[in-house]
């Protein structure tokens, strides 16, 4: 059975899965990357994908997004085969990628109007979704700007809005985070829930950040030599390791093997996270 979220809690009531892989698996020569991985994410749920560099995170979203084809497998979003039905995955997709996505010799609206042109959004709609996603992540008074000139918090919610312009019905993001400072991170989560709150969109993402998984996840997988080595919620993960309290950091370090890696302006941000991309 899947449940659908509604607001408060996962409710009874049966309804597609909007994401569902089965046995996705990705082998780079002798290399298996992604080892027939089976995974269902409810609609309107926030699921963490976790897991040290190597494991699989990165090459599992890029399967996800069609930017790289299964060598076995398949994976289905709102129904829709990420094999055979590349266009309409893409349609039903936001996706925010680890390296930076937004182009710092533009301005905001600029960058936005590029995407919108590549979402094929109606011309006669592109400058009210414009003005709306610039609205809704607190960007407007900075449209006119130069990115190059935005904070690391401010490109990452640029991004975002990047994403939304089409009105995804399931948003995938690759470290949202990474290289951002605390107070950064929080306002960029506050427009993630209040995205999910008000559209009921689901959130897929990986992160480094253990307090991001226990704080926003309402199911958290960890990955480990391309496979799911746990699956379930915080509380339920915490429990595996038998009695007494345990933290979520300690749930993947045993899983895991080890304990996770964790990771201003245009160019550092940039910096940072190309450096992550390469790592993970």
């Known amino acids: ?51 040290s560099n190597g494991a699989g995170k990165t090459t599992t979203i890029k399967m996800l997004t069609t930017l790289l084809p299964p060598s076995f497998g398949d994976a289905f979003v709102a129904g829709f085969s990420v094999i055979h039905d590349a266009v309409k995955v893409r349609r039903a997709i936001g996706y925010v990628p680890q390296g930076v996505s937004a182009d710092g010799s533009l301005t905001g609206y600029e960058n936005l109007l590029i995407f919108a042109k590549l979402y094929d959004l109606p011309r006669r709609e592109q400058q009210a979704r414009i003005a709306e996603v610039l609205e809704y992540m607190g960007l407007t008074t900075d449209a006119g700007r130069l990115v190059a000139e935005f904070s690391g918090g401010m490109i990452r919610r640029l991004e975002i809005a990047q994403s939304m312009l ?73 429990g595996l390791l038998g009695k007494g309290s345990h933290s979520l950091n300690e749930v993947f370090t045993h899983f895991a093997g080890s304990e996770i890696d964790t990771g201003g302006s245009f160019h550092e941000v940039a910096a940072e996270r190309a450096t992550a991309q390469r790592m993970g």
């Open 1 to 51: 059975m899947h449940y659908a979220w509604n607001g408060n809690d996962f409710s009874h009531i049966m309804t597609p899965p909007i994401l569902e892989t089965k046995s996705l698996t990705r082998r780079f020569g002798t290399f298996t990357a992604v080892d027939t991985l089976d995974l269902t994410v409810s609609r309107g749920e926030i699921f963490g994908l976790l897991g």
């Open 166 to 238: 089409h009105r995804p019905q399931l948003l995938i993001l690759d470290e949202p985070t990474v290289g951002l400072d605390p107070i950064a991170r929080d306002e960029v989560w506050k427009h993630l829930l209040d995205l999910r709150t008000r559209n009921s969109t689901t959130l897929f993402f990986t992160t480094h950040y253990m307090e991001e998984a226990e704080g926003y996840c309402d199911r958290v997988a960890i990955m480990h030599q391309g496979k799911i080595a746990a699956l379930g919620t915080c509380k339920e993960l915490e």
